[in-house]
């Protein structure tokens, strides 16, 4: 969508009317953010993606000053995405603070960060001896080239539209691949759960524990990060799948950690890279599209198996149960992920529950509604199936406290029960509700 | 167009002009800092006259503290200050090139 001068002149008026508001009212300086876009076009998919990326830059430059942020408002407007921030810290510092931002790499240059002083007075880079901003295209001072239209606008939308493209794909990619890396931690963290390995007791493993969890986690870093960019491609993703799978098999010595998470969690990386490329981003979109991805897995990998081809534990016990496991659970968009788990999570830790009370619970309500092939393979089907009801029964009371969840995870280590399938749908309640922050509008 | 009293318009931003109009009795009076002053000085004091020409104001003092704006948004933000500094409501203002 094309704005006109005429509105991009009265949204700089109406900003600096809200910038002096601010200060008015905290009598701190302002920081405005915006993204430093030339033409008509001032905002699109990948102007946006580029600007949440600035802020989040911005805010840990902020924070890595100790800055207190007094107050925050982002607005999402047709003349381009803009940030404000009132923060209790010295302009000096602030404007290094976002100078250094603004020069740190191809995308810096596109963000436009303006400190305004209590005086109403904008501070300059020259105020402080900083060097001035570089033109987009070539090596002159910005604002020689930039008042007098040296360059076309062809040529900056262009130059513009190269440096989005390089750079927000591959950033998004490192966030949404820490954010799923701190998602497996975290399910591991929370504690406790029934037969799994938490801050408690190992649970029914005998062969792994936190520290076997944090490195595999961390050995999975690179393949969400590819996962990520991966699109439709599911062949690829597969493939990307096996490779992790055996960086995750080198660092634990030869323990399936992970192995259910690399494929889980590596399908909603994807489809989060999907769904901000498409541009709506929320949960539901991205089990959408992990039903979009995996649509006829179940066929593919075990119906048309016979009993001698059956490698993995899920396929083994398709063939002898007729459980689609996890496939068919992705199939349909990770039912117990967006009906129970995280809904569950989020409503717990919005009412102030702690995430160990919030993780459990969820953990339960995702094993109520799965059969769970980790169970079925270490227990046979009947334990399994008990041992899913109690789960169901504990959280149709409401919530559990955690001395319940105590005496269900002694009775699984009892039974050698561990719900490694449930765990992995819970690590992606984790992320989700990460994702959402990242990511969401 | 006569200027009637003290308006403002436009802001420091980069790429924009703050743009001041007072009355005077002794013709075009202008105070211009700029950003790009030693590169760019003489063109927008030629901009900025020939705006007030057009606008048909003939005495003025006009400041402007430019930060590197176009010469569009230039023109724009002299009119706008001209346009209020005689009554205008910011509703009716026509941004940037009403007058020819």
């Not at chain 1, 969508?1 to 601010?22: F, G, S, W």
């Not at chain 1, 979009?292 to 083994?316: F, H, N």
């Not at chain 2, 075009?28 to 590169?39: A, D, H, K, P, Y």
Request: hydrophobic letters at 40%; one cysteine or more.
């Amino acid at each position: 969508m094309e704005v006109t001068l005429d509105q991009v002149l009265k949204c700089r008026e109406e900003r600096a009317e809200r910038q002096r508001e601010l200060i008015d009212k905290f009598s701190k300086p302002v920081v405005s953010f915006c993204m430093n876009i030339a033409g008509p076009v001032k905002t699109d998919n990948l102007i946006e993606r580029a600007f949440r990326l600035g802020i989040r830059r911005l805010e840990g430059g902020l924070l890595s000053a100790n800055a207190r942020i007094l107050f925050k408002d982002v607005l999402y407007r047709i003349t381009g995405p803009e940030a404000v921030f009132c923060v209790d810290l010295p302009v000096r510092k602030l404007k290094e603070i976002s100078t250094r931002i603004e020069d740190s790499d191809r995308l810096g240059r596109l963000f436009d960060i303006d400190i305004i002083n209590t005086d109403y007075s904008k501070v300059e880079r020259s105020e402080l001896g900083l060097s001035e901003r570089r033109c987009l295209i070539c090596n002159n001072e910005a604002k020689i080239c930039s008042s007098r239209r040296i360059h076309s606008v062809e040529e900056l939308q262009s130059c513009t539209h190269q440096i989005l493209e390089n750079s927000v794909p591959e950033a998004e990619a490192d966030l949404v691949a820490s954010l799923a890396v701190k998602a497996l931690l975290c399910e591991v963290y929370i504690t406790p759960k029934p037969g799994l390995v938490d801050r408690e007791n190992n649970g029914s493993h005998k062969d792994m524990d936190m520290l076997t969890f944090a490195g595999s986690a961390a050995s999975l870093h690179p393949y969400f990060r590819k996962a990520y960019l991966c699109g439709n491609n599911f062949e690829k993703l597969r493939k990307l799948g096996l490779q992790a799978e055996e960086s995750m098999f080198f660092e634990t010595g030869g323990v399936n950690t992970h192995k259910g998470a690399v494929f889980t969690m590596g399908i909603v990386c994807a489809s989060t890279g999907i769904a901000v490329n498409e541009g709506n981003y929320d949960s539901d979109c991205v089990l959408d599209i992990c039903a979009r991805l995996s649509k006829g897995i179940v066929e593919r990998d075990l119906k048309s198996l016979d009993s001698s081809e059956c490698t993995t534990a899920g396929q083994k016990l398709f063939a002898q149960y007729g459980i689609s496991g996890i496939r068919g659970e992705m199939e349909k968009g990770l039912p117990s992920v967006r009906k129970y788990g995280l809904p569950l999570l989020e409503k717990l830790l919005k009412e102030g529950k702690t995430w160990d009370q919030a993780g459990s619970n969820a953990l339960l309500a995702i094993l109520a509604n799965i059969t769970d092939t980790n169970m079925v393979s270490r227990g046979g089907l009947e334990k399994a199936r008990q041992a899913s009801a109690q789960a169901g029964k504990l959280v149709s009371e409401g919530f559990v406290p955690l001395e319940k969840v105590r005496e269900l995870d002694k009775a699984f280590c009892e039974q050698n029960l561990s719900p490694g399938g449930a765990a992995d749908l819970l690590a992606v309640c984790c992320y989700l509700h990460f994702a959402k922050e990242a990511f969401g509008v | 167009m006569k200027v009637e009293k003290t308006a403002v318009a436009g802001t420091l931003e980069s790429s924009d002009a703050m743009v001041t109009v007072e009355p005077s009795k002794g013709g075009i009076e202008m105070e211009l800092t700029s950003s790009v002053m030693n590169q760019y000085g003489r063109q927008i004091k030629a901009v900025v006259l020939e705006t007030l020409e057009h606008l048909e104001v003939k005495d003025c003092k006009v400041t402007i503290v430019d930060k590197g704006a176009l010469d569009c948004t230039l023109k724009a933000r002299v009119e706008c200050a001209v346009f209020r500094s005689c009554g205008k409501s910011d509703k009716n203002i026509p941004w940037g090139g009403a007058v020819r």
